[in-house]
């Protein structure tokens, strides 16, 4: 159904769907398949850690130069293009990985996804820009809570496939697996950066503005979007000390190691929530701002690492994965739009490179030290492994933040209002996921029902038709029988006539 709503955007919006959607097959393989295949080569929490966090901190400061690219490309889609090309190409050399090196396999893996994933990044602030100028404001959250959406099934269909493939190949094929993902993440990404060329890129001036990145860290605390930032960064820390590792966790400790499938379905199940409740957070943030609902995503989000550590078996962690996709498609749509709602498109470029910058670098002092602390074996009481400490302390960490900053930001427009407890008991409902379903499952109803009295109407016609028709036949027929009869009548008379006068001519006879 959500195929039906893009088409009332601009051909530019809808082409950007679309090259998300392929770059979705990245996300979605290659991109939820690291780490196990960094597992399977053997790599350790540290180097997990070094896997997750490198990508993130050089990524942070190579964004910070996207602008400069400018002066080279001159128009962003030029440097999109070649960028998200390049990152293509790092995925067929991750699935090359086992061919080419015999020795220091995990080594290579961390270089050449941490350079992929550096260059990527640079692409970041010039898509924001370049969707801003694309994109009116008034429908920000509706457009990407449909865009989020439809790129989350490719991420979920490609999940799935993936998990499937190395549940039920053969032990001894399964290296061969995992290159087969990432040769599909190459494809997809290749596909999206020829798509990229077809999206309209209208005439954009950088606005001159002499903040350098040092000097907004320092001014964080001084206005609106600063405290957002610096909230936002923060939370990122405190996510990142526990995100990166759950895959570790169902995978080592829960011995998932032997059952991708059981794995890819908790995994999933975040990803099939996240799509299906983006077009519902879209609509919460349009009508009652970002504020309202990260207000709201954030607290919840502070007590999910709990829930981690109270429930342990995979049938427990997958409803709670698919409760954090609900909780985390909110939180990160209004990460990603608020900038779009502080600034007008012509400074979204630089504020953008120095938002993302600070959110790699959270990411980075987050995984680091979640890695750090897990090589040490740590446990008391229910915390019975150090992944179990990591998420109590990321939950202390969590709602220190949340309680410090979250009243410190406002709103940047006029919005409806709604009370907290009713998103909150929403959420914990499900009801973004209810909303979208009954939604869908209304069109699809409406449509059965519009194609059933279509249905019924060709039908009735082509039968009114064809009584018509036959009584045309009946009539032409009773015509015919009577045209016949009469040849009939008149042929007999004929006859007999002939008869008479051959009898009256033999009785003259004799």
Same mark, same amino acid.
């Given at each position: 159904?959500?195929?039906?709503?893009?088409?009332?955007?601009?051909?530019?919006?809808?082409?950007? !769907?679309?090259?998300?959607?392929?770059a979705s097959i990245m996300s979605g393989g290659g991109v939820t398949f690291i780490v196990p295949f960094a597992l399977f080569l053997g790599a350790s929490n540290i180097e997990i850690g070094f896997l997750i966090a490198f990508p993130a901190l050089f990524a942070a400061f190579a964004q910070l130069g996207s602008i400069k690219l400018l002066d080279f490309y001159k128009k962003r889609r030029q440097?999109?293009?070649?960028?998200?090309?390049?990152?293509?190409?790092?995925?067929?050399?991750? $699935?090359l990985i086992p061919f080419i090196f015999v020795r220091e396999q995990i080594f290579a893996l961390i270089i050449i996804y941490t350079i992929g994933n550096i260059v990527a990044s640079t692409a970041?602030?010039?898509?924001?820009?370049?969707?801003?100028?694309?994109?009116?404001?008034?429908?920000?959250?509706?457009?990407?809570? !449909?865009?989020?959406?439809?790129?989350?099934?490719?991420?979920?269909?490609?999940m799935l496939i993936g998990g499937l493939l190395l549940k039920y190949i053969e032990p001894s094929m399964t290296l061969y697996a995992f290159s087969a993902i990432f040769l599909f993440s190459f494809f997809g990404r290749f596909i999206s950066s020829l798509l990229f060329t077809k999206i309209e890129d209208p005439e954009f001036v950088p606005e001159k503005d002499s903040t350098h990145f040092i000097t907004f860290v320092s001014q964080l605390r001084k206005d609106n979007f600063g405290y957002f930032v610096l909230f936002g960064a923060l939370m990122t820390f405190a996510i990142a000390m526990v995100g990166p590792f759950l895959s570790v966790y169902l995978l080592e400790n829960l011995g998932m190691k032997t059952d991708y499938l059981t794995y890819t379905l908790i995994i999933c199940a975040s990803a099939a929530t996240t799509l299906i409740s983006m077009p519902y957070w879209g609509k919460i943030i349009d009508k009652y701002g970002s504020i309202k609902t990260i207000k709201v995503t954030g607290l919840l989000a502070s007590f999910y690492p709990i829930l981690l550590i109270l429930v342990r078996d995979p049938l427990g962690l997958f409803f709670i994965e698919a409760l954090s996709g609900v909780i985390f498609s909110g939180?990160?749509?209004?990460? $990603?739009?608020?900038?779009?709602?502080?600034?007008?498109?012509?400074?979204?470029?630089k504020y953008a490179g120095y938002q993302a910058a600070l959110f790699g670098i959270a990411t980075f002092i987050g995984t680091m030290?979640?890695?750090?602390?897990?090589?040490?074996?740590?446990?008391?009481?229910?915390?019975?492994?150090?992944?179990?400490?990591?998420?109590?302390?990321?939950?202390?960490?969590?709602? !220190?933040?949340?309680?410090?900053?979250?009243?410190?930001?406002?709103?940047?427009?006029?919005?409806?209002?709604?009370?907290?407890?009713?998103?909150?008991?929403?959420?914990?409902?499900?009801?973004?996921?209810?909303?979208?379903?009954?939604?869908?499952?209304?069109?699809?109803?409406?449509?059965?029902e519009d194609l059933t009295i279509k249905g019924v109407k060709t039908v009735?016609?082509? $039968?009114?038709?064809g009584i018509i028709t036959a009584e045309g036949y009946t009539k032409n027929a009773s015509k015919f029988a009577e045209s016949e009869l009469e040849n009939v009548e008149n042929i007999t008379k004929k006859n007999i006539s002939n008869v008479r006068e051959m009898i009256k001519k033999r009785k003259g006879f004799l």
């Open positions: 159904m959500f195929f039906e709503e893009i088409k009332k955007y601009p051909r530019p919006l809808q082409l950007s !769907i679309m090259e998300g959607m392929f440097a999109i293009v070649a960028i998200v090309f390049f990152q293509a190409i790092s995925w067929l050399l991750i $699935a970041g602030p010039l898509w924001q820009s370049w969707m801003s100028s694309l994109t009116p404001r008034e429908i920000l959250g509706e457009y990407f809570g !449909i865009r989020n959406a439809l790129t989350g099934t490719i991420v979920f269909l490609v939180f990160n749509l209004c990460l $990603a739009n608020f900038i779009y709602e502080s600034f007008k498109q012509e400074k979204i470029m030290l979640s890695g750090w602390i897990q090589t040490f074996p740590i446990s008391f009481g229910i915390l019975t492994n150090t992944f179990f400490v990591v998420c109590a302390i990321a939950v202390v960490f969590r709602f !220190i933040i949340y309680t410090s900053l979250i009243n410190k930001i406002k709103e940047v427009r006029e919005i409806k209002e709604i009370k907290d407890k009713t998103l909150i008991i929403s959420v914990l409902t499900f009801e973004p996921i209810r909303e979208s379903l009954f939604a869908n499952a209304f069109v699809i109803i409406s449509k059965t009735g016609g082509l $039968a009114r038709k």
